[in-house]
């Protein structure tokens, strides 16, 4: 029958096919990873800079704790005083932890459980450092440092727009609609390739650093070996705050930062001398901050190696700019003027170290972050009332925009 044997031709065709295939090709399984199960989902508070706290609880204590959100910790960690606090038993090592201003050795405390929002994640442990000059930055208790010992076990998405973060089970996940995949090498770390532009273009990887409130961070010998820093540009001496304690840095403006195919221009830098090659010089270039990536609604993949970015609402927001030359922390309750840097707009304004911020422009919050919030409008006119010696002084601070 016509029809019969037209079948035998498509069916002998069909199996010579499959025997001219690679043996591979034909025996090919593929095991399908579970889908990611949303586990949480919490809000959380954002400070200046992008510095996000999570609140989160340990073991069976009641007390609230705050921690900093931060892909540039290698693990996870407790404040000492907390530690002394909750009466948790310290274990001694021989492992140090680096920070921008020192090298120290740690104790530790082990298998603890981090109570977040709607999940439990057990058998941490934590590396044991003193953030009291952190808190005096952020005016916020600062209880611990969540890293990588968290992120390494989920799928995080953080959206900056609702202040709120959602984890997700290890698996298949469904990535938002009209975004970026970056993919960065990760060790404890996420190291992604960022372009930048100045007098040259320079390509290199960063410390993808969740925790650095500030947009990108360089030690001053990538500035040198790489020439990519136009000499016109001028540097404005300050300090940035960081593990280890202060550290002398310089502002400057550079013309682009490309992350992906996001550009962003006119971008506000540090620069410093790196004693402890916490950059890791010359594998990297320095920390790509949260100042930047808090422009993005974040998906961390540690799993699948992968970081999705999405822009949102705060993509097209002007940087921070100013520059007051004054370092203001939590002292005692009381917000005090700590550090004047020479010649800075604070320093002819007439501050002096000990000063009490009572009020900036009719303000008398006593909020570290509102003042802060008020210093960032460059070139404009603050009249500041402080307590020195017991009596009130009126001061003019006018702000300067490091892009004059």
């Not at 340990?58 to 000492?80: A, Q, W, Y």
């Amino acid at each position: 029958m016509p029809g019969l044997r037209h079948k035998c031709f498509y069916t002998a065709a069909i199996l010579l096919l499959m025997n001219l295939l690679p043996s591979q090709a034909r025996t090919q399984e593929q095991f399908v990873a579970p889908q990611a199960r949303l586990l949480t989902t919490f809000s959380f508070k954002m400070l200046t800079g992008g510095i996000v706290i999570v609140q989160a609880a340990l073991d069976n204590f009641k007390d609230s704790l705050n921690f900093i959100f931060d892909t540039g910790s290698g693990g996870i960690s407790l404040d000492s005083a907390t530690v002394d606090y909750l009466q948790l038993e310290r274990t001694a090592t021989s492992r140090t932890i680096k920070g921008i201003a020192g090298v120290r050795k740690v104790d530790f405390a082990f298998n603890h459980c981090l109570n977040l929002p709607g999940l439990k994640v057990d058998s941490l442990d934590f590396h044991i450092n003193n953030y009291d000059l952190l808190t005096s930055v952020y005016g916020v208790r600062i209880d611990g440092i969540m890293g990588y010992s968290f992120l390494k076990r989920y799928i995080v998405a953080i959206d900056y727009d609702k202040h709120e973060m959602k984890v997700y089970s290890p698996g298949s996940f469904t990535y938002p609609k009209n975004s970026h995949f970056l993919r960065p090498y990760f060790s404890s770390i996420p190291m992604q390739y960022v372009f930048v532009k100045d007098a040259r273009d320079v390509l290199a990887r960063y410390y993808m650093d969740t925790g650095a409130g500030l947009c990108m961070l360089f030690s001053e010998s990538l500035i040198h070996d790489s020439a990519f820093l136009s000499k016109k540009r001028k540097r404005y001496p300050t300090q940035a705050e960081g593990l280890g304690g202060k550290k002398s840095m310089d502002m400057t403006v550079i013309k682009e930062v490309k992350v992906g195919p996001f550009k962003f221009r006119k971008v506000p830098v540090y620069i410093f001398d790196d004693d402890y090659n916490v950059t890791a010089y010359p594998t990297l270039g320095g920390l790509l901050g949260n100042d930047i990536m808090r422009r993005f609604n974040v998906v961390f993949n540690y799993a699948d190696q992968l970081v999705c970015i999405k822009p949102n609402t705060h993509y097209r927001e002007e940087f921070d700019y100013s520059y007051t030359g004054l370092g203001i922390y939590v002292v005692d309750r009381y917000i005090k003027v700590v550090d004047i840097i020479k010649g800075s707009p604070g320093d002819r304004a007439g501050f002096k170290p000990d000063d009490i911020i009572i009020s900036i422009d009719n303000n008398f919050s006593n909020d570290i972050q509102a003042f802060k919030t008020q210093l960032q409008h460059a070139r404009t006119t603050l009249r500041i009332v402080v307590l020195r010696n017991g009596n009130p002084v009126m001061l003019k601070l006018h702000i300067k925009s490091i892009l004059n």
